[in-house]
């Protein structure tokens, strides 16, 4: 890797330290580690899993250390600045960066668990055990062969797509067990958390399970009696993005799935996603995806 670097999807596809297993406009898998070039800082722009397949690797991760040993897992959410990167001489890792788009889709409403691990917890490190590895040694190479047997395959992207997603739904469930354990324990209890953290988690919750989320942020920091000012300071504080950028990124996530993965009607997605008129909802859509809502459905 090269020092001072932004991480995007494009430059890890094109960086020649790293073997490349699969990539495309949202997904870029990471098989190993030619050489390592030390890294003063990183800015990561969008979500990493990480598994350290051997040795050991230490960094601050916005200022908060973290250490990651063979058979650990780093979950890192995006637009993390990464500095003071150290590995032992036999670090090698196993890695997939994901756009928040595909996270999105990919895990639907169980994007609350991802958020509380990532930005009310920040527990960014599970620990493998044996049946894990195994479990995600067996999927990996069920992977390696979809991406090398399947280059004719018209849905291609589809099965490798599918296959990323299984693998992160197991690892959310894990995260899951980790979040239980940690509610069974006082010191970890959510109401001893800072009230900040509470409040954007409610936030999150809101954000999350409301039908519609076309709301403005005066709308959303009404439902938790809190001024717009301080939701919009508490989610920059938690999280580096903004309360509407939040709200956007969930509408826009919601807008996607709905074109591309029901069968309703434009003025059904419309009335269910709380716009007012399908000339909106075109707008919107063109706004934020880059096409029309029929252009887009037609991919």
Known sequence: MKQQEEITLQTLADNEDLQIGYSDNDIV?????????????????MNAI????????????????????????????????????????????????????????????????????MYIRRH?????????????????????????????????TDVIQ??????????????KQKLSFADSHPS?????????????????DLLHS?????????????????SPKYLSAICKRNSGKSANKWITEKLTGDVRYYLHQTDLSIKQICDLLGFSSQSLFCKYVKEHIGMTP??????
């Open 188 to 204: 970890t209890l959510r109401s001893q958390l800072p009230t900040s953290y509470n409040h954007f988690q409610r936030f999150l």
């Open 162 to 175: 599918s296959l990323l997603r299984s693998a992160i739904l197991a690892l959310c469930g894990a995260m």
């Open 294 to 299: 029929m252009e887009f459905r037609g991919q």
């Open 29 to 45: 898998v990471v098989d190993s580690i030619q050489q390592f070039t030390e890294v003063n800082t990183a800015h990561v722009s």
């Open 210 to 226: 409301n039908e519609v989320k076309r709301h403005t942020v005066e709308a959303y920091a009404g439902e938790l009696c809190i």
């Open 50 to 117: 990480v598994i350290c397949t051997d040795g050991k690797v230490q960094a601050q991760m916005n200022g908060i250390q973290m250490e990651l040993h063979k058979n650990q897992v780093a979950i890192v959410p995006q637009n993390i600045i990464v500095t003071d990167v150290m590995v032992s001489p036999d670090f090698n890792l196993k890695a997939m960066f994901l756009t928040n788009r595909i996270l999105q889709s990919f895990l639907r409403e169980k994007m609350t668990i991802w958020n509380d691990m």
């Open 124 to 156: 960014h490190v599970v620990t493998m055990d044996e049946d894990e590895i195994l479990f995600y040694t067996h999927f990996y190479d069920m992977l390696t062969l979809a991406i090398a047997k399947g280059e004719d395959n018209p849905f291609r």
